[in-house]
């Protein structure tokens, strides 16, 4: 079991670029989510998804946009990178029917310069 | 969800136990407290959860009042890899996890 993948690890981009973080699980988790993470502080949550086709905002959504496809896939799109946006990006998903663990991913660290 | 919180840091001397608090004064009586740590810039990962009564795993273990008003996290034997940053959580046990809500939680040093 591979958990929950983010590709890729490290990224940088000048503003205005635009790029998709990547985040599979191989859990069958039907909720997944974004949480970004800015120095010295919690997690943010950006975008969630609580099943394939159905996606919903955080709490911080504005220039982000997400799809869910398939139960698997949760990508997150980065539409016109701004500095602001310099931060950790965590994927997680949530285990169905026991309803307590939230599993997360390792990361991507953006820079945007 | 009750919010809660925590010292923003603590330190504890290696091998003896860390015994991190906090608070959820407004807590629900369907709200669990559930426990996560952050090591590094690594993703969070769950150490444990309980309703009211105490809890323990192989990790830690987890005290609530009586009140459940604030619980304490006990790391029984703090070792260097427990450095780390803790975030106490209050919410509802449902289908969905988008109430997961992480503040700034308590960094931990574990001093040799």
């Known amino acids: 079991n591979a958990g929950v993948t983010q590709t890729p690890k490290f990224q940088v981009l000048k503003t205005g670029q635009s790029m998709t973080l990547q985040c599979a699980q191989d859990m069958n988790h039907e909720y997944m989510s974004w949480y970004r993470q800015d120095p010295g502080m919690g997690l943010r949550l950006i975008h969630y998804?609580?099943?394939?086709?159905?996606?919903d905002q955080g709490e911080v959504p504005n220039g982000y946009n997400v799809s869910r496809s398939t139960t698997e896939d949760f990508p997150l799109r980065l539409l016109s990178a701004a500095p602001s946006q310099t931060s950790v990006y965590f994927c997680?998903?949530?285990?169905?029917?026991?309803?307590?663990?939230?599993?997360f991913g390792n990361g991507t660290r953006l820079t945007v310069t | 969800d009750a919010k809660t919180t925590q010292p923003p840091s603590m330190d504890c001397a290696e091998g003896r136990a860390a015994n991190l608090p906090c608070n959820h004064s407004?807590?629900?009586?369907?709200?669990?407290v559930y426990w996560y740590r952050q090591i590094h810039s690594q993703g969070p990962q769950y150490i444990i959860h309980g309703l009211k009564n105490n809890e323990t795993n192989e990790m830690a273990s987890l005290i609530i009042t009586e009140d459940r008003k604030s619980s304490t996290l006990i790391l029984p034997h703090a070792t260097l890899r427990d450095t780390a940053v803790y975030y106490c959580i209050v919410r509802v046990i449902d289908n969905y996890g988008q109430n997961f809500v992480f503040g700034p939680g308590t960094r931990l040093s574990v001093l040799p």
């Open positions: 407004t807590i629900s009586g369907n709200e669990y």
């Open positions: 998804s609580v099943g394939a086709g159905i996606t």
């Open positions: 997680a998903s949530y285990s169905p029917g026991t309803g307590i663990v939230l599993h």
